[in-house]
């Protein structure tokens, strides 16, 4: 079973600066990684997908990178703004069921 | 496009009252179907999936059940609720070609 691990747990940042968000797997083995966004009481939203045959996915000012060797993925947000803070999840699988880490909250400072 | 629905949106429960969530999806036929729930401070946990109707793996055992009636709709049950069993349940389903999820806007139960 695929074990996902997010440090750090909460992060706050000012306005502006870049933001990194880490994402650790154990089975290299890794069909694909998804990134969600979720706002506090709300479902989930799908940020980006990475399939095993990916190294990179872009969406505006989103950018993750998966790295199947070091089992780490990254999410790079530019710019920061007080609309991105909010809890970010990530999730891999090696079949048709998603093992999710515990997610960092992220704070952006006006 | 295809879209997600959940109802109902919150619910409180007495404990040993029955439940039943509902899920259903437009827009994609023969999705793969998921019922997850997350408790207080903690991570999503899986907790049922259906890749066809009729077919429900449980994850994780407990007091629910699931069953899948039609191509489009999830349902999650208990005959009998526990207190440990309030928590934020999402459905979601995928494509069977890229497996990516799509969350529906949950459901708050409070069992008390």
């Known amino acids: 079973k695929q074990e996902v691990t997010q440090i750090p747990a909460a992060l706050s940042v000012p306005e502006g600066e870049n933001l990194v968000l880490n994402c650790s797997f154990t089975?290299?083995?890794?069909?694909?990684l998804q990134w969600f966004r979720q706002d506090p009481g709300k479902g989930l939203t799908s940020l980006l997908l990475i399939q095993s045959s990916q190294r990179e996915q872009t969406s505006g000012r989103l950018n993750a990178s998966l790295d199947k060797s070091s089992g780490r993925s990254t999410l790079y947000i530019a710019a920061s703004q007080p609309g991105d803070s909010a809890t970010y999840l990530c999730a891999g699988s090696n079949d048709y069921k998603l093992s999710f880490g515990a997610g960092t909250t992220v704070t952006v400072r006006a | 496009s295809q879209t997600i629905h959940q109802w109902p949106a919150t619910l409180v429960q007495p404990v040993g009252s029955p439940l039943s969530l509902e899920c259903t999806v437009e827009?994609?036929?023969?999705?793969?179907l998921y019922w997850y729930r997350q408790a207080a401070g903690r991570g999503l946990q899986l907790l049922f999936y259906s890749v066809g109707i009729g077919q429900i793996s449980s994850e994780v055992p407990q007091n629910l059940s699931a069953s899948r009636p039609q191509d489009r709709q999830f349902i999650l049950s208990s005959k009998k609720l526990l207190l440990s069993d309030s928590g934020f349940y999402l459905c979601?389903?995928?494509?069977?070609?890229?497996?990516?999820?799509?969350f529906g806007p949950g459901t708050r139960l409070t069992v008390t």
């Open positions: 979601a389903w995928a494509g069977t070609i890229s497996y990516e999820q799509y």
């Open positions: 827009g994609t036929s023969n999705p793969n």
């Open positions: 089975d290299s083995a890794i069909y694909n």
